[in-house]
């Protein structure tokens, strides 16, 4: 397969957009900015689970499993810079009878 310029664009946006929301999800829940939220304020029952530091932990599980994808994404980009070989060359069975020749 033939890759073009925008599934090389798209890939590195995905890596650095995985990234991006996997470094906030790991670090907001600690942050200041946390305690503030619709969320949290909805009820007393939703402010208990919403600061529980188990939920944050989780949180930032979420954070580190995304910044895991986009690691793991960024080695796939290789995949762009391969050269493609024609199947004939890569083909077991004619190389066998090229070598019986």
């Known amino acids: 397969m033939e890759y073009r310029w925008y599934h090389k664009l798209s890939g590195i ?4 957009l995985c990234f991006e929301v996997g470094l906030f999800l790991v670090f907001f829940p600690w942050s200041d900015f946390w305690r503030p939220n619709l969320l949290g304020n909805l009820s007393p029952e939703w402010g208990m689970i919403w ?42 069975a004619t190389e066998a009878i090229e070598h019986n020749d």
């Open 13 to 16: 946006l995905f890596v650095v």
């Open 51 to 92: 600061m529980n530091f188990y939920f944050r932990g989780a949180v930032s599980g979420l954070g580190l499993i995304n910044i895991y994808i986009s690691i793991a994404e960024a080695f796939r980009l290789r995949r762009f810079s391969q050269v493609e070989t024609s199947p004939a060359t890569t083909n077991p």
